[in-house]
């Protein structure tokens, strides 16, 4: 993933609870501590199967997120662009 430099946040959705709820707290914890990393730009190296299997799920979604932002920032960067250099 190619982080952004300005994003600040990431979402995670409430839909993927009932996948949450299946780990244990240490498990959940530890996903946690993984998709910070992540969103940092390090990829996690996640030993625990359950922990990875939730992990590539969560993945997907910031990845999106990640991609949704950046076509954000550009069109936005159009916008300035033809608004200050007529």
Not at 32 to 37: A, D, E, P, R, T
Request: aromatic share 10%; charged share 30%; glycine share 2%.
């Amino acid at each position: 993933m190619e982080i952004h430099k300005n994003k600040k946040s990431f979402i995670l959705y409430s839909d993927q609870i009932e996948m949450i709820n299946e780990l244990s707290d240490e498990q959940a914890g530890s996903l946690l501590k993984y998709i910070y990393l992540y969103s940092t730009g390090i990829a996690p190296k996640i030993s625990d199967p359950t922990v990875k299997i939730a992990f590539m799920s969560i993945k997907i979604s910031l990845d999106r997120d990640t991609e949704k932002y950046k076509q954000v920032c550009e069109k936005n960067r159009e916008s300035i662009n033809k608004r200050w250099n007529k």
